[in-house]
């Protein structure tokens, strides 16, 4: 069974960094590209960024391009998200989400979620 | 970057009623076009993949159509089920996709 999981989210000062994780189970990260999807309090998804199936090219929201750094370990079966110089704007639920057949940007199998909330 | 916009933003329908909503993309995506649906504290599921496809496990009465840059999901007879918010997606641009602002479907 496909799986994902999500940590890591918390409370952080405005301008502090914050590591999210997403656990995944059931296929290999390697074979599938994999996406952050964040949602703000009461508004719509916003996509965030992606790490390719192969792990050699990563893409970013001009909204955190330059402040996040997507990343996994392939050998722990795991997608992060390095996140710095947080503001008000980043307060959201983040998901991680597969693509259904590797490179397709269709999202099958999302995470439940992890709260990042910016506030001093 | 491709911009994808749905309307309405909101709607109130009864059970049983033909519902549709509608998505534009900001230039031609062929069929990239994807809906998902999220209820309330849960995180959103694929309903439909390449503008018609039904992805696995979804209920019939739910379809897509449309192709170049106007899109349309329909429920051919709404179910309590299926209060819910509906965004759609493109995936002209695989790895760097953007979703449209949301429909809510209310209860009338």
């Known amino acids: 069974e496909v799986q994902l999981l999500e940590s890591g989210g918390a409370l952080v000062q405005p301008g502090g960094s914050l590591r999210l994780s997403c656990a995944a189970s059931g296929f290999t990260i390697s074979s599938y590209a994999v996406y952050w999807v964040r949602q703000a309090p009461g508004k719509g998804l916003e996509w965030v960024s992606t790490?390719?199936?192969?792990?050699?090219?990563?893409y970013y929201a001009d909204s955190v391009e330059g402040r996040f750094t997507i990343s996994r370990d392939s050998s722990k079966n795991t997608l992060y998200l390095q996140m710095s110089s947080l503001g008000a704007e980043d307060t959201a639920i983040y998901y991680c989400?597969?693509?259904?057949?590797?490179?397709?940007?269709?999202?099958?199998?999302w995470g439940q979620g992890t709260l990042v909330t910016v506030s001093s | 970057d491709i911009q994808v916009t749905q309307s309405p933003s909101s709607l109130s329908a009864s059970v049983g009623d033909r519902v549709t909503i509608t998505c534009r993309a900001s230039q031609s995506i062929s069929s990239y076009l994807n809906w998902y649906q999220q209820k309330p504290g849960k995180a959103p599921k694929l309903l439909i993949y390449?503008?018609?496809s039904l992805q696995s496990g979804v209920p019939s009465r739910f379809s897509g159509s449309g192709s170049g840059t106007d899109f349309t999901l329909t429920i051919s007879s709404l179910q309590p089920e299926d209060f819910a918010t509906y965004y759609c997606?493109?995936?002209?641009?695989?790895?760097?996709?953007?979703f449209g602002g949301g429909t809510t479907v209310q209860i009338k």
């Open positions: 790490v390719s199936g192969s792990g050699t090219s990563t």
């Open positions: 989400a597969r693509d259904r057949v590797g490179s397709t940007g269709q999202l099958d199998y």
């Open positions: 390449v503008a018609s």
């Open positions: 997606q493109q995936s002209y641009s695989t790895f760097r996709v953007a």
